[in-house]
């Protein structure tokens, strides 16, 4: 207990455990969006994109500040948005595809940059593999300001066009009939969604964002039938694996906090899938039962 | 200058994807105020038509007109029923919702639905018979009432004309004759519904006014005037006889 104690009022992580949480109270409600709109992968598409652009920030400017390397991140990720939904768009490809052939050359593209990087004579370029699976215990108090306006700015624009976002996941083209734009609905959540993504990366790192994006959505689809109890469920589900997470690995040495936060969400979507009230597995075999037996109480079915 | 007798006009309108025409040359007049069939055979380029005249897709070529330019104010006079598997019924929202959507034109960016427009949303489901549904989950509901939400979402927009798309797929008989009795009240209050139609038993019963189209027009005109067998022939490729059943 006084361990436990311990480590609540431990400066640092308090710091990581914040930071844990806002992102992922960020990626939770943004997900839900990225899941309703069926584009659940775009975040794993956009998360390894933004390898390249860490480094290539670096190898730029020489400056290892986050919000530069975040900067870069930004960029190539947005670019690999661009460019699958152009190809989605103006080729007869599908989504998948764009997405694993953009995802893989941009992914490809940032470990050959990394390599280079690694092999020059200045010392300064240690600790950018860092992006890969993600270090949580190195965010500093301004990371956290950071991802704090972020955060804030990408929920303001949810409230904003709460309406508008929701129309256009259940039925983009009724939208566009309404005479919403479609180009701006379009970018928008995956504008927001890309930024989210960004802001979880110092935490969990490239190759594990995706989950944080899907897994808390997932999870509180189970749970719910509106649409803004889903977005709330996943916010508080997000944030809960944050905090926890980094609970865990604060209290056993040795054990990452980008992956332990990333296993707690998908315990939560897992339990959720199996014991959720009406849409889980569960549930499901009950009512199946439970219905066989009725149908043969009445003389039906089997004899 | 005389008020325009169109509700909508279509001119050399061609439409192509990836070289493969789905309509060509389109020239064709909807009259103001008329309940409009359009019909042809799959992939005639029935539903391709109405998304043009939404300006939901690009014509390679031809102009829609409206007789006047497409303002925000023309576009609230404008209402759409989509398919009904065009969407996720899956998606966490219920009737009431989806039916308040069709509001959403009408306010604009940033403002929310509110009392009025709930007040309306139940008043249309009342019209297509399923006010008890409101509060319902839409993943629990069946493809023909689903249809129905659509059409009520279509009703609250309370526009000029209404562009359907195969409205009575998965309806039961007996609502289908309650919707086209709703169909025939817009029509009295001087709308025009222009409808995607399949069932060519009914389209004397329920239409006064059919476009013929495969590719081309082939027929538009009043029901009494160009719905027979010969047009039909030229549309369906010789099958229409059969189609159209013994008459």
Redesign the interface.
């Known amino acids: 207990m006084e361990k436990l104690f311990a480590i609540f009022t431990d400066y640092t992580f308090q710091t990581v455990a914040l930071g844990s949480a806002l992102l992922g109270l960020i990626s939770g409600v943004l997900g839900s969006f990225a899941v309703?709109r069926?584009q659940s992968l775009l975040g794993d598409g956009v998360s390894h994109a933004a390898l390249p652009g860490v480094v290539m920030a670096f190898l730029l400017t020489g400056i290892k500040n986050t919000e530069i390397l975040l900067l870069g991140a930004l960029l190539t990720g947005l670019l690999a948005t661009f460019f699958i939904m152009g190809i989605v768009r103006h080729s007869?490809i599908k989504f998948d595809s764009a997405l694993a052939l953009v995802m893989s050359v941009f992914f490809g593209l940032g470990l050959v940059l990394l390599t280079y990087s690694q092999k020059l004579p200045n010392a300064n370029q240690a600790g950018l593999n860092r992006f890969i699976y993600g270090q949580a215990s190195t965010l500093l108090q301004r990371d956290i300001v950071l991802m704090g306006v972020c955060g804030f700015v990408l929920l303001l624009f949810v409230v904003?066009?709460?309406?508008?976002f929701?129309?256009f996941?259940?039925?983009p083209?009724?939208?566009?009939?309404?005479?919403?734009s479609t180009g701006k609905l379009n970018v928008l959540p995956s504008f927001l969604i890309v930024l989210a993504i960004i802001i979880g990366l110092q935490t969990v790192g490239v190759v594990l964002m995706s989950a944080m994006l899907i897994a808390p959505a997932v999870a509180a689809?189970q749970w719910?039938?509106?649409?803004w109890?889903?977005v709330c469920l996943a916010a508080i589900f997000g944030a809960l694996s944050g905090v926890i997470g980094t609970l865990l690995s604060s209290s056993y040495a040795g054990l990452p906090t980008g992956p332990v936060i990333v296993v707690c969400v998908t315990l939560i979507a897992a339990l959720s899938l199996l014991v959720a009230p009406r849409r889980g597995i569960l549930h499901r075999i009950y009512l199946r039962r439970k219905t066989r037996a009725y149908i043969e109480s009445e003389g039906g079915g089997v004899s | 200058m005389k008020e325009k007798d169109f509700a909508v006009r279509v001119h050399d309108l061609s439409v192509a994807y990836?070289m493969k025409p789905v309509l060509w040359d389109i020239d064709l007049s909807i009259p103001r105020g008329k309940l409009v069939a359009i019909v042809g055979p799959n992939g005639a380029g029935k539903t391709t038509l109405i998304k043009v005249m939404?300006?939901?897709m690009k014509p390679v070529s031809g102009a829609v007109d409206f007789g006047e330019p497409m303002t925000?104010k023309l576009?609230?006079q404008?209402?759409?029923v989509?398919q009904s598997g065009?969407?996720?019924w899956d998606?966490?929202?219920?009737v009431l919702?989806?039916v308040m959507?069709g509001r959403?034109?009408h306010?604009g960016?940033?403002?929310?639905?509110g009392k009025a427009e709930k007040k309306l949303a139940l008043d249309m489901l009342e019209k297509v018979g399923m006010q008890a549904f409101a509060s319902r989950?839409i993943?629990q509901l069946s493809g023909g009432q689903q249809q129905r939400i659509f059409l009520a979402?279509a009703l609250i927009?309370q526009a000029d004309i209404y562009f359907m798309d195969e409205p009575f797929k998965g309806v039961d008989a007996q609502t289908e004759r309650s919707l086209v009795a709703l169909l025939k009240d817009l029509k009295e209050q001087g709308k025009t519904v222009v409808v995607v139609h399949h069932d060519l038993q009914t389209v004397e019963d329920y239409f006064d006014w059919v476009t013929l189209i495969n590719l081309h027009v082939m027929a538009n005109g009043p029901v009494k005037e160009v719905f027979h067998e010969e047009n039909l022939a030229r549309t369906y490729g010789g099958r229409g006889l059969l189609l159209k059943g013994a008459q």
């Open positions: 309703l069926r007869r904003l066009f709460w309406k508008e929701k129309l996941s259940f039925d083209e009724f939208a566009a009939s309404l005479g919403f689809r719910s039938h509106r649409l109890l889903m | 990836d939404l300006g939901l925000k576009r609230k404008i209402a759409y989509p065009s969407v996720d998606f966490p929202t219920t919702d989806v959507m959403y034109g306010l960016w940033f403002t929310r639905p989950q993943s979402r927009q």
